[in-house]
């Protein structure tokens, strides 16, 4: 069966992803590689479009590419973290690769995942509509109460998978301290 190419992702088909996937013990990755590559597709778009939307350093290695990676870097700030391998261009940037980083590629799996688990779950997304209408707790006859906090996925720029994160960490733009 042929490949199904995915548009506007970092995991471009479906055998990228199930090859990531493979040997995978966690139960959403399981359920996730069992999906239609339809489904497959949805998730892993939704993954690209939540880590382009982190701010991250340098620049679109060119003006017409609709994704963030691949990136280029003003050589006057940033060190080379290449060494020789480096390109620069005629403006003056250097970058490592004209293609994506392959830890790009495994986050954005990583939140696929991590996205699957979490739709498959109604308790979230009805957390989330409470959430939405400014419920804080809530107490069901005293049996059951909780109270509705703020998403871990505030302290990892909307990811949902810390490994994600973890994978794109030295991506982010970070701000330097004001003293």
């Known amino acids: 069966m042929p490949d199904t190419t995915f548009t506007a992702s970092y995991v471009t088909t479906d055998a990228v992803l199930e090859t990531y996937l493979t040997n995978d013990p966690r139960t959403a990755a399981i ?76 986050a954005c799996a990583e939140e696929a995942i991590a996205l699957y688990q979490y739709y498959s779950d109604t308790d979230n997304s009805d957390r ?9 707790s809530y107490n069901i006859g005293g049996i059951y109460s909780e109270t509705l906090k703020s998403p871990h996925t505030v302290k990892f720029f909307g990811l949902h998978s810390k490994e994600a994160y973890n994978l794109l960490e030295k991506f982010i733009a970070r701000c330097s301290m004001i003293v």
Do not use: M
């Not at 989330?128 to 804080?136: C, M, R, S, T």
């Open 31 to 106: 359920a996730l590689k069992a999906a239609s590559a339809a489904v497959q597709s949805w998730y892993c778009i939704r993954a690209t479009k939540i880590i382009d939307a982190i701010p991250i350093q340098g620049h679109k290695l060119t003006s017409t590419q609709t994704l963030e990676f691949p990136r280029k870097y003003k050589k006057s700030e940033y060190d080379s973290p290449w060494g020789a391998t480096i390109t620069e261009d005629a403006y003056g940037y250097i970058y490592d690769s004209s293609s994506v980083p392959q830890a790009v590629i495994d």
């Open 128 to 136: 989330e509509n409470l959430k939405a209408q400014g419920v804080e």
